[in-house]
């Protein structure tokens, strides 16, 4: 830390914002730098720190481990100065500064315009930034110190990341398995043995659960292909090629006219938890706080209205609504 004091603050906020964009080019572009000046304050953190922390390639720009380790501390050196402008010149009471939010797939189309428009009309000072994701690299990103706050499907804490369990969501049978009344808005599990499935790859933890309930219940899973995107699912599930599983927000924004017919998995219900998380290496400054709190309220609202089915509200854990 004694290093990260010494550094030039400004060599800091071009680094993060390197990392940001992944491009040398863009980052100076959005910080209305010449590129080969950015190049220059660059190379010179590195020479005072000893080591490399960006690695170019014709790809882009990446960072190195000691470039990830250099990126969270920066992270946090700035948020803290950010807000401690804030409270200098406004009061310790005013909202501002940036928020990055990261959103699964699936719920992104259910929480992402509402948030903008609840942040913009009670918080006009706040900026957020919106990453929309699979759970799984959404979780990398914030262990990375690349977020501020993140919907992640698992109800627990985790070394370095705080979770608040705020909703369990319910999964569905999307398409026509075969052998089920058109009638029917359930789907019994033990009906899906051997059906052509489509899932996320192995590692994504909607796939996992899945992968654990078909096994539990002793029912055949019959996965023909990986598949990690949302329209590509919906979009087999309504050819009846085959079926998919999904959560109800999956389907908030998609074209009605290309849905596939959605059933309730039942004997058993599967459910999956879902919680805002955040690291936890830096306090949580005022900003952040209000859109922690502005999504918690956005759910309960869904909830209430019934426009969001199958979510049932958990109770905020004492702990850590608190922070």
Not at 130 to 153: K, P, Q
Request: aromatic residues 4%.
């Amino acid at each position: 830390m004694i290093l990260v004091i010494h550094m030039d603050v400004r060599q800091l906020r071009y680094f993060v914002s390197i990392v940001d964009y992944g491009s040398l080019g863009k980052a100076a572009e959005k910080l209305y730098v010449a590129q080969p000046s950015l190049s220059q304050q660059m190379a010179r953190l590195e020479a005072e720190l000893g080591v490399t922390l960006l690695l170019r390639s014709n790809h882009g720009v990446t960072p190195t481990a000691q470039g990830d380790a250099l990126y969270r501390h920066a992270r946090v050196v700035l948020r803290q100065m950010e807000q401690l402008k804030q409270e200098v010149t406004k009061g310790a009471g005013a909202e501002s500064g940036t928020v990055a939010v990261g959103l699964p797939t699936t719920m992104a189309s259910v929480l992402a315009v509402p948030l903008f428009e609840r942040i913009q009309d009670s918080y006009p000072g706040i900026r957020l930034q919106f990453f929309e994701s699979m759970s799984g690299y959404l979780n990398e990103l914030l262990a990375n110190g690349r977020l501020d706050l993140a919907i992640l499907f698992r109800e627990s804490d985790t070394p370095g990341i705080t979770a608040l369990p705020v909703l369990d969501e319910t999964l569905y049978l999307a398409g026509e398995p075969g052998g089920i009344s058109p009638r029917a808005s359930t789907c019994p599990l033990a009906r899906l043995a051997g059906v052509k499935l489509v899932a996320p790859g192995a590692s994504n933890g909607l796939r996992l659960l899945i992968e654990r309930t078909f096994a539990s219940e002793k029912v055949e899973l019959n996965v023909v292909a990986d598949i990690d995107s949302l329209p590509a699912l919906l979009l087999i599930a309504h050819s009846g090629r085959a079926c998919t599983i999904l959560p109800s927000s999956a389907i908030a924004q998609w074209n009605e006219a290309l849905l596939p017919r959605m059933r309730k998995i039942v004997e058993p219900i599967i459910k999956r938890p879902a919680s805002i998380c955040w690291p936890n290496d830096a306090p949580m400054n005022s900003a952040t706080v209000a859109v922690r709190e502005t999504l918690i309220q956005l759910i309960a609202e869904h909830i209430e209205r019934d426009s969001w089915q199958g979510v049932t509200m958990r109770k905020a854990r004492a702990d850590v609504k608190a922070r």
